[in-house]
């Protein structure tokens, strides 16, 4: 799988968007991205995913770069429950079992 | 309504016990997983298993077994506790459907190994 790179922490005020950036210089052509979140003594929490279009859903928006060696989660309002670690992932979409591999993750602090 | 439950929460416990932690999820997954996140809260895989192939991360000591009664339930035992096992343990389970890389995660188990 693909490794990435995410800067290790970022700041955000509460209610403008919240841009998280990922590199994935080595990404192959069939690993998609992923993102999670861990928020403070909780599980990981699914966000989104995508292989080479743009996607969005309830949570947030995934822009990836045209050759796919970089991508951007959007929280468009954040607020103080979005403060948690997110972990962008790098894998291939399955086969017969999951393949996560979770890196460092940024520590995203939403501050009001 | 809980998705992916664990149980216990916490467990403080001796070097060479014996303990299972318990994991039951109610999305009628396929394929459900440990992961274990150390003090350092590097979150790594411990185990895949759904009812035709387990896959077992070769770091891990052969002390830890996962045991599934059934598709819903995936508990792991762990013999011999020592000071590293110390860590929070996280269930996860994830659907067919999604590629399996959609997963559900519990609420996580924290160990203390004394």
């Known amino acids: 799988d693909a490794k990435t790179t995410q800067p290790t922490s970022m700041d955000c005020a509460e209610g403008r968007a919240a841009n998280l950036p990922c590199n994935h210089s080595?990404?192959?052509?069939?690993?998609?991205v992923y993102w999670y979140r861990q928020i403070h003594s909780q599980g990981p929490q699914y966000i989104i995913h995508?292989?080479?279009n743009n996607e969005t859903n309830e949570m947030a928006s995934l822009i990836i770069t045209e050759d796919r060696k970089s991508s951007t989660l959007i929280l468009p309002h954040a607020t103080l429950r979005d403060t948690a670690v997110y972990y962008c992932?790098?894998?291939?979409?399955?086969?017969?079992?999951?393949?996560?591999?979770f890196g460092k993750g940024t520590k995203l602090s939403v501050k009001p | 309504d809980t998705a992916v439950s664990q149980t216990p929460k916490y467990l403080v416990t001796q070097m060479g016990n014996d303990k299972s932690i318990k994991c039951e999820q109610n999305?009628?997954?396929?394929?459900m997983y440990w992961y274990k996140q150390d003090s350092k809260k590097f979150l790594k895989i411990m185990f895949s298993?759904?009812?035709?192939?387990?896959?077992i991360n070769e770091t891990v000591p052969n002390r830890f077994s996962p045991k599934s009664p059934d598709k819903a339930h995936l508990n792991l035992h762990i013999n011999s506790l020592e000071l590293g096992d110390s860590a929070v343990y996280f269930c996860?389970?994830?659907?067919?459907?999604?590629?399996?890389?959609?997963?559900?995660f519990g609420p996580g188990t924290r160990l203390t190994v004394l």
């Open positions: 995508g292989l080479k």
């Open positions: 992932i790098a894998a291939n979409y399955g086969g017969s079992q999951g393949n996560l591999i």
């Open positions: 999305l009628g997954h396929d394929t």
């Open positions: 080595t990404i192959s052509g069939n690993e998609y």
């Open positions: 298993y759904n009812n035709k192939e387990l896959i």
């Open positions: 996860a389970s994830s659907p067919r459907t999604s590629g399996y890389n959609e997963q559900f």
